[in-house]
């Protein structure tokens, strides 16, 4: 298995920013799509947002549709969730995930996830 290793969280108040990054050992990295999930305090995890292999197309949640924006470096073997306009319902364990093929597909059953970095906005 690729270790993912995500970086970035912490406590901000409602409003604010935080950046997310996940770096991945491995040559592999760019044949792969790669996202974030989260999982909100009591409540099943949950999907963010994905990038393809090349970075050329994106998929959001509704809820992070225009505040989110996920992005990589292939070069650098890394992905980034750029996270804007914080709401205290972000409050989530936000985890790195890498597909099992270079596109996203809801219905991928080979995804594998990271530890995951606590994100906590408050009001």
């Known amino acids: 298995q690729v270790p993912l290793v995500e970086s970035g969280g912490g406590l901000v108040q409602a409003g604010g920013s935080l950046r997310l990054s996940c770096a991945a050992s491995g040559r592999t990295f760019s044949s792969y799509a790669m996202g974030w999930f989260r999982q909100p305090p009591g409540k099943e995890r949950e999907f963010v947002a994905a990038i393809n292999w090349s970075g050329g197309t994106t998929n959001y949640a509704d809820f992070v549709k225009g505040r989110f924006t996920i992005s990589r470096d292939n070069a650098k073997n890394t992905v980034s969730l750029q996270m804007n306009s914080l709401k205290p319902e972000d409050t989530a364990v936000y985890a790195c995930?890498?597909?099992?093929?270079?596109?996203?597909?809801?219905?991928?059953?080979?995804?594998?996830w990271g530890q995951g970095t606590q994100v906590t906005v408050s009001s």
């Open positions: 995930a890498r597909y099992s093929g270079p596109r996203y597909s809801a219905d991928d059953l080979s995804i594998y």
